[in-house]
């Protein structure tokens, strides 16, 4: 067998990653002390990958809106990095939404992720208050009357959980952009093909903003599973099989994660894809490896290369 191989030349998986690519970052907000540093730690250790924003998350219900303004703020204005606030129409009225907004203004804050958001409580769902926004395409309306923001809106290759059918999906997603949204960014998928069709049907109905995919790296498989199933994100048998008993071995299991994930960022790339968005769920490591895999270096060695060249 090992004679057969001899002679043979394969290119080097990841020869030619180049980096030229965007980047984001998704953290969520702390609610402790312990929290706000691991935070810190995370925005310090991706910061210098120089991502073109990083976003901060809304809990279920609106229940972290404080956490996330106080996050949000905090690395608005003691990093260099363009910070976005989640900000989601549950448990709010209109004028406590559009105030809070302000806020984020007047602070600096020139990006707001605007979703729908999620009720609290499993298996409830979303009922819009009489005094609140009815769903993200009125929020996003909403908040481009308080202020210009840039507006980022949540996209579902596998469709919403919610969603009567695709064609509604779609029909949401252009109501959403319509209203000024400039880019989608995806719920998380396991899957290259997956986008890509979602990227032609949404083109087929005139979306034309940027689509931007969500990358989940697994930090952790029962977590992984548990948000896959509540967002309806299929699990490819073959992965499912792979992930099997992973948890119990953290370092194997994190050096399974950043090569899925890269495999699927290089097919994404291949495809034409050169912005993604990370999930870090507040952990810096696996985000930062894909990175690196993907040809990405820290922005002061880009620029000690280029002054070398």
């Not at 979303?126 to 996003?140: H, S």
């Not at 992973?246 to 399974?256: K, M, N, Q, S, T």
Request: glycine share 8%.
């Amino acid at each position: 067998m090992l004679a057969n191989l001899h002679g043979l030349k394969a290119d080097p998986l990841f020869e030619a990653a180049t980096g030229d690519i965007e980047v984001s970052f998704e953290f969520f907000p702390p609610r402790s002390e312990r929290g706000a540093e691991d935070l810190q730690d995370t925005v310090a250790a991706l910061a210098p990958l120089g991502p073109r924003f990083v976003s901060v998350t809304c809990g279920a219900g609106g229940s972290t809106r404080h956490h996330t303004r106080d996050a949000v703020v905090r690395i608005a204005t003691q990093t260099p990095l363009a910070a976005a606030a989640h900000l989601t129409c549950v448990g709010a009225s209109r004028n406590e939404i559009d105030d809070l907004a302000r806020s984020y203004w007047d602070a600096g804050i020139r990006h707001i992720v605007a979703l729908r958001g999620d009720p609290e409580g499993p298996g409830s769902r979303f009922e819009a208050r009489p005094d609140g926004y009815a769903g993200a395409a009125a929020l996003v309306a909403g908040l481009k009357r308080v202020a210009p923001f840039e507006v980022s809106v949540a996209a579902y290759p596998e469709c919403h959980p919610e969603s009567r059918n695709r064609a509604a999906d779609l029909d949401n997603l252009w109501r959403k952009i319509d209203a000024g949204a400039s880019r989608a960014i995806t719920q998380f998928f396991f899957s290259a093909d997956c986008f890509f069709r979602f990227r032609d049907q949404a083109a087929a109905v005139g979306i034309d903003a940027e689509i931007v995919p969500g990358i989940l790296p697994i930090a952790n498989v029962a977590q992984t599973r548990r948000f896959a199933a509540m967002c309806q994100a299929s699990i490819p048998p073959w992965l499912d099989r792979l992930l099997n008993g992973l948890d119990e071995r953290p370092a194997a299991r994190d050096l399974v994660a950043a090569t899925i994930a890269t495999e699927l960022c290089a097919q994404l790339y291949a495809g034409g894809v050169r912005q993604f968005h990370f999930y870090t769920l507040n952990r810096a490591d696996l985000s930062y490896a894909i990175c690196h895999l993907l040809g990405l270096r820290p922005q002061e060695d880009a620029d000690a290369r280029s002054r070398a060249a």
